[in-house]
């Protein structure tokens, strides 16, 4: 089992950056890609960013490609997603998810999630 605990969101202005994070518990997660989700308000849960397991690759979304970088330090355990020039239309709920030897940016390919955390950004 593996969990997850996502920390860092918050209140931002647009234009404004925020750093999530992801500690993880349970198992290493050198052999887990890490997936960055979000959900906005009355929306479908949406795939943002995913990182392999030994970090050598990253696949961004489009909307948030230039913006937004997905790293992890397998020896804290722990994902970050740093957001700058934040937008309004990136409010909503984050997600960090892993699966096991597995790329993919479908959320139900993913075997563990957090329980999220609330990013909001104020035009």
């Known amino acids: 089992q593996v969990q997850l605990v996502e920390s860092g969101g918050g209140l931002v202005q647009t234009g404004g950056s925020l750093r999530l994070s992801c500690a993880a518990s349970?198992?290493?997660?050198?052999?887990?890609?890490m997936g960055w989700f979000r959900q906005p308000p009355e929306k479908e849960r949406e795939f943002v960013v995913l990182?392999?397991?030994?970090?050598?690759?990253?696949y961004y979304a489009d909307s948030v490609k230039g913006r937004f970088t997905i790293s992890r330090d397998n020896a804290k355990n722990t994902v970050y997603l740093q957001m700058n020039s934040l937008k309004p239309d990136d409010t909503a709920v984050y997600y960090c998810?892993?699966?096991?030897?597995?790329?993919?940016?479908?959320?139900?390919?993913?075997?563990?999630w957090g329980q999220g955390t609330q990013v909001t950004v104020s035009s």
């Open positions: 998810a892993a699966v096991k030897d597995t790329v993919a940016t479908r959320a139900s390919v993913y075997e563990y």
């Open positions: 349970g198992r290493t997660l050198s052999s887990y890609t």
């Open positions: 990182i392999t397991g030994s970090g050598g690759s990253t």
